[in-house]
């Protein structure tokens, strides 16, 4: 069942189901979900005070699929076309050509990206190819067509359809050989770091729709310093994800040699345990860094090979460290953690995209609502909090091997804990 709360309780059955169905057309949530009018208008781009009228209004004028397409021109005997077509239930298709018309024959890649309306997400696809001329015999044209699906293309796809733009970034050489994978996927990490310093709003993630570019992400990483799948281009930190690739600093110079990293001990795996069960991935896919965010902020990024990204900065050499409002040994620890729990459960560019720009971290006094209406880091301070209430218990019942946790003095987030986090339901 959809539910609906805002200011959609004041229109009429009718006018309630319509909008219900104009958003299930688009993929965008999945039963049982509550939404809100409001959530919905901001993925609109609607300015508020907003009605459920102009909410319907608006989801009806969204297309359902995206068609763009680009000539490709060089200065040389070399052009071609490409085009990207995205649609609402995250299926894709990109497609197109390079042609020699002349006498030299040539190597290439071609980068078609589409790019949202508000500078959030890049849909990236990677083709080469080589293409022969008169000078060697071989097709004068390679054409591509590739289909696929992306989780993120769907979540995001209010934001895409709002003012999608293509453009397309193209590499060749006479009668060469491109490099290596490897190579490749430098050049898209250069080219990914040099968007997120010069694009608007200054952060962007780069979905991956390409089968080689998702290729690239597994090959050696040319900064042996750093952790699998993290590279460095244009002065930026950039995580190739299982679906993405992420700026994980996105302004400032970052040098190869001063990065930290280590899995998580098995003294912290047995800590989070004792206050996440099950549920966390294994303690070696859990990598923990020195990286700080924007702000000298702690954040978690889904990395390659199913590993996750903790950025703790300073607190790198003592993750148990007091900071700032968090009063108990451990409580930032458990707070990052929880967005290990989340990030499990979501899909990578989606999760990145909200923790970097929902940053409400109060969730209030009624623990009555739904685990599902609270952001990220609203429910990462729910975790904290449940854990860094009890001082004695911390201090006593807390450090046996397994804590009896009915001696843990009631609190209103238990049921969040028992229900979700340790059941590991979102």
């Avoid at 190739?240 to 899995?263: Q, Y």
């Avoid at 990462?380 to 449940?386: C, E, G, H, K």
Wanted: aromatic content about 10%; some cysteine.
């Amino acid at each position: 069942m959809l539910i609906l709360v805002g200011r959609a309780r004041a229109i009429k059955k009718y006018a309630m189901t319509s909008l219900t169905q104009s958003i299930r057309r688009f993929h965008l949530y999945a039963p049982p979900r509550v939404i809100s009018l409001r959530e919905v208008a901001d993925s609109l781009g609607a300015e508020r005070p907003v009605s459920a009228r102009d909410v319907l209004r608006r989801l009806d004028a969204v297309p359902g699929e995206l068609r763009l397409a680009e000539p490709v021109t060089t200065d040389t005997a070399l052009g071609g076309r490409v085009e990207m077509v995205l649609r609402s239930d995250g299926t894709y298709t990109s497609n197109g050509h390079m042609r020699a018309t002349g006498f030299p024959s040539f190597a290439f890649v071609v980068y078609p990206t589409v790019d949202d309306g508000g500078g959030r997400f890049r849909a990236l696809a990677v083709h080469q190819g080589r293409v022969f001329g008169t000078d060697t015999p071989g097709d004068r044209q390679k054409n591509w067509s590739e289909d696929g699906r992306n989780e993120d293309i769907r979540q995001n796809w209010l934001t895409f359809a709002r003012d999608a733009r293509l453009t397309v970034r193209k590499e060749w050489e006479v009668s060469g050989v491109l490099g290596t994978l490897g190579d490749i996927a430098t050049a898209v990490a250069q080219f990914v770091g040099a968007a997120a310093v010069t694009g608007s709003g200054g952060t962007a993630a780069a979905l991956v729709i390409g089968s080689r570019l998702g290729e690239a992400a597994g090959e050696p990483w040319p900064f042996p310093q750093l952790p699998v799948g993290v590279t460095i281009a244009s002065g930026v930190l950039l995580v190739f994800g299982p679906a993405a690739i992420v700026p994980a600093l996105a302004a400032g110079a970052v040098a190869e040699a001063l990065v930290e990293h280590r899995p998580l001990s098995e003294e912290e795996a047995a800590f989070a345990a004792k206050v996440f069960g099950p549920t966390l991935p294994s303690r070696e896919q859990i990598i923990l860094t020195n990286i700080s965010g924007l702000d000298n902020r702690a954040f978690v990024i889904p990395g390659a090979g199913g590993s996750y990204l903790v950025n703790l900065g300073e607190h790198f050499d003592d993750p148990m460290a007091l900071k700032g409002r968090y009063t108990q040994r451990g409580q930032v620890l458990i707070h990052e953690l929880t967005h290990v729990w989340q990030a499990k459960r979501w899909p990578a560019t989606t999760y990145f995209c909200q923790g970097v720009f929902e940053s409400t971290y109060e969730p209030g006094g009624d623990a009555s609502k739904p685990w599902s209406a609270y952001g990220i880091e609203q429910q990462a301070t729910i975790v904290d909090r449940w854990y860094g209430a009890d001082p004695g218990f911390l201090a006593g019942e807390f450090q046996k091997p397994h804590p009896d946790f009915t001696r843990k003095a009631a609190h209103p987030f238990d049921h969040y804990i028992n229900a979700h986090i340790r059941a590991g339901i979102t």
